[in-house]
């Protein structure tokens, strides 16, 4: 199995994957741009990729590839849709760089708190300011805000619960139970989760649902000079939005990810947010430690071990979360040639797609079920015809999955 990694990868995940006996190449400096091109020459069967943006274009370049793996988390890099669309699995290592963000979330807050950069800038250009850096609010006391208590807010909690913080927190499937058992307080929304918060921190996925999540009505709810953490994903904040409030309101900002960020790992980037004196920014380095890095190696070499003896996909994202099938037709049938293209013969001709095929061999191998999920219900002519059209069938059977 021929893999191609397109980006910075650990020795050890490099190693590894040659173990499993995969033809490796390693080009981690190919621009995003020219991944389409590289993929043509190559002809992968496996793309890993860090951050770096992988295009529809990309995907179809690669006519073997049936498979990309994010050495990461989220996977909005990743043309997931061009991916669907052409049989391609796309596969991510969640919770692997949670502590890695956690301890980012802390010192972008730390940053916001103390001025960090612009005592670190002043002094540079030769320049003492104690009267002015002397001011600072502390955070011993302060209200941490979270929302998303998944991995990453769970760990920020813990670390903020050790700088003596109170945290009150917000998640979709955060019950008031889950709460009190980690010693947060439960809020219902997260508008709620923005006015009691003297600092605020995302950490929700980057998807259609969470765009802009962060607009003008929860940063309204915010407090007059609080602070806001970012490391999830640059398209949850309006940011046109932002600055108004940075303005309006004194909000201090630590973001690590922005709207529009360059594809590859380095480039000019020119961006309103990010040079603003209220922002403290990193450049999307949240995950970007070597323990983090070493451990997202280790879960390419589980998934990739997982792909090459049995073909599953471990941690695959683009799996039909609800089959639109309606009808499971259970076939049980003397295992020889042939049984299962006369099924699928009858089947095709009066225009029913197949979902699913499932082949449950009994003891012995002489006999095996057939369970097929269609969209949509055969006439009974078709099942007699099943029936009947070839000696090895032993019996046919068709149950609803719910109502067509």
């Not at 639109?324 to 099924?343: D, F, I, Q, Y």
Request: hydrophobic residues 40%; neutral net charge; proline residues 3%.
């Amino acid at each position: 199995m021929r893999v191609l990694i397109a980006e910075k990868f650990e020795k050890v995940g490099v190693d590894g994957l040659k173990e499993l006996g995969c033809d490796v190449i390693h080009n981690p400096d190919v621009p995003a741009e020219d991944l389409p091109a590289l993929m043509r020459e190559i002809e992968p069967d496996v793309l890993i990729v860090r951050g770096k943006k992988v295009s529809g274009e990309a995907i179809k370049a690669g006519t073997r590839l049936s498979l990309v793996i994010r050495a990461g988390a989220g996977v909005d890099s990743i043309d997931v849709k061009a991916a669907s669309n052409l049989g391609v699995f796309v596969a991510n290592c969640p919770g692997k760089n949670s502590i890695a963000v956690a301890e980012l979330v802390i010192g972008l807050i730390c940053a916001c708190d103390r001025r960090i950069p612009d005592q670190t800038a002043d002094l540079r250009a030769g320049r003492w300011n104690k009267k002015e850096y002397s001011k600072a609010r502390g955070l011993y006391g302060r209200t941490l805000g979270i929302v998303g208590m998944g991995q990453i807010g769970n760990e920020v909690r813990r670390r903020a619960q050790a700088f003596g913080m109170r945290v009150v927190a917000w998640s979709r499937n955060l019950t008031t139970e889950d709460a009190e058992r980690m010693g947060v307080e439960y809020c219902a929304t997260p508008l709620d989760v923005a006015r009691h918060s003297d600092v605020l921190t995302i950490n929700v996925a980057g998807n259609v649902e969470t765009e802009k999540f962060i607009n003008a009505e929860f940063l309204d709810a915010m407090k007059p000079g609080a602070y806001l953490i970012n490391t999830s994903r640059g398209n949850v904040i309006d940011e046109a939005a932002l600055l108004a409030a940075i303005e309006k309101k004194g909000l201090r900002c630590g973001l690590d990810v922005y709207r529009g960020e360059p594809g590859s790992p380095v480039g000019e980037f020119r961006s309103e947010l990010a040079q603003h004196r209220g922002v403290y920014g990193t450049h999307h380095v949240g995950a970007s430690t070597d323990q983090a890095q070493i451990a997202i190696a280790h879960e390419v070499i589980r998934i990739m071990s997982g792909y090459v003896s049995t073909h599953e996909v471990l941690n695959c994202v683009n799996l039909h979360e609800a089959s639109p099938a309606t009808h499971v037709l259970s076939v049980r049938h003397r295992n020889r040639p042939g049984v299962l293209s006369h099924v699928f013969r009858a089947i095709a001709d009066e225009s029913i797609n197949v979902e699913e095929v499932e082949n449950i061999n009994y003891h012995g191998g002489e006999a095996t079920c057939a369970r097929v999920h269609l969209v949509g219900c055969p006439k009974e002519s078709t099942l007699e015809r099943i029936r009947t059209g070839n000696e090895n069938i032993i019996s046919v059977s068709l149950r609803p999955i719910r109502q067509a």
